[in-house]
């Protein structure tokens, strides 16, 4: 039998002030607490074999600077139970989890109370040494952040929890023979069917809101690899991912929206990288794009958004000198100096340069 414990807490701030309001400064600055513990159980009969309870509560208070606060609170209970089969080349892995969102608030009504038991069961079966077969189903439930709930226009108190029924099947090769070269990969086959979807989209050209999106289901593709070749000191890397996300609203059959893809979802996206380690300067090269999106789910008249491609460089450098670790890194965004749109009417910067320096005692 082994026990773990954990406990943490964490304080953070969000703060806004415009003083370019006429006569008056407009502020929205928002203040965040949380108290976390976790106790974790594990009971291993066999060495086949293994069990394990873990139970998590956690505290969040929220206040704010708007006339609107209501001082909300929330106390969360999660509890898993887990049993793992491992045996040759099989691993079976089997959970419960039963979550509990407690929701109140000192100077109002607070959102509403949720609870939901999630079930969920993996495989994973290993053909040969480099091949292994995976599997799994998941039933995910996610309640609102207090971002999406409570901060002002932004949030809503009334969304409901996000509840998530996933199909999943992978494959995984990786390479062991050789000493100098590395390489895995990996590729994924998913099917989501997503109840009331939490997603963000924008009120007006300056204010978004979030909403829920009664239902829609979600057909994608992973496809990863990673390649290292090792000579002497030096190490060449490259990365490479891609997915293809076709996430569609399935909400109402009569809706001329049915079947649109969901806001600021890309169907293609991908990312690639180079790098070269060495004793001297580190370097890669990186490079990202996406597909076009639209910035409503209605896809009206002037919220399709292009699709871009970026392209960034680092040099970076670590040493130590006696018992302190420096690190010094240098990085260029946009090399290429290309204009694109992440949020619709919103351009992101051109290239742009970045400098920094980390020490550690």
Not at 171 to 194: C, H, I, M, P, Q
Not at 233 to 260: D, F, G, I, K, V
Not at 340 to 357: C, H
Request: glycine share 6%; hydrophobic share 35%.
């Amino acid at each position: 039998m082994s026990v773990k414990w954990l406990g943490k807490f964490n304080w953070t701030a969000s703060l806004y002030d415009d003083g370019m309001v006429a006569n008056w400064s407009q502020d929205g600055n928002y203040y965040q607490r949380e108290a976390y513990t976790s106790l974790c159980l594990l009971y291993t009969p066999h060495s086949r074999w293994s069990f394990d309870y873990s139970a998590d509560y956690a505290y969040n208070n929220l206040n704010s600077s708007l006339p609107t606060d209501m001082r909300p609170y929330r106390n969360t209970v999660l509890q898993s139970a887990t049993a793992k089969y491992h045996a040759g080349h099989l691993t079976v892995m089997g959970r419960l989890l039963y979550s509990l969102y407690l929701n109140d608030a000192k100077d109002g009504e607070g959102s509403n109370n949720m609870r939901r038991l999630s079930p969920s069961l993996s495989l994973s079966y290993a053909l040969t040494p480099q091949l292994r077969l995976r599997a799994s189903y998941k039933d995910i439930f996610r309640a609102p952040t207090f971002n999406e709930n409570y901060f002002f226009h932004y949030g809503n108190k009334d969304l409901k929890a996000e509840d998530t029924q996933q199909l999943n099947a992978g494959v995984t090769y990786t390479t062991t023979d050789s000493k100098r070269t590395e390489l895995t990969a990996t590729a994924d086959l998913y099917y989501n069917k997503v109840k009331e979807m939490i997603q963000g989209v924008p009120y007006n050209m300056f204010v978004w809101t979030c909403i829920n999106i009664g239902k829609v289901e979600v057909l994608g593709i992973d496809a990863t690899v990673r390649a290292a070749h090792h000579i002497g000191h030096h190490t060449l890397t490259a990365t490479a991912n891609y997915s293809l996300q076709q996430a569609r609203n399935r909400t109402t059959p009569e809706s001329p929206y049915y079947n649109n893809q969901i806001a600021y979802t890309p169907l293609h996206s991908g990312a690639a990288s180079i790098g070269w380690e060495n004793p001297w300067v580190n370097a890669v090269v990186s490079g990202y794009g996406v597909s076009e999106r639209w910035a409503s789910n209605e896809h009206l008249d002037g919220t399709r958004i292009d699709g871009y491609g970026e392209l960034s460089a680092t040099l970076w450098r670590q040493f130590q000198i006696r018992k302190m670790r420096f690190e010094v890194r240098a990085d260029v965004k946009n090399l290429l100096d290309k204009q694109y749109e992440i949020v619709r009417s919103y351009p992101m910067p051109g290239r742009s340069w970045q400098v920094t320096a980390k020490v550690e005692y």
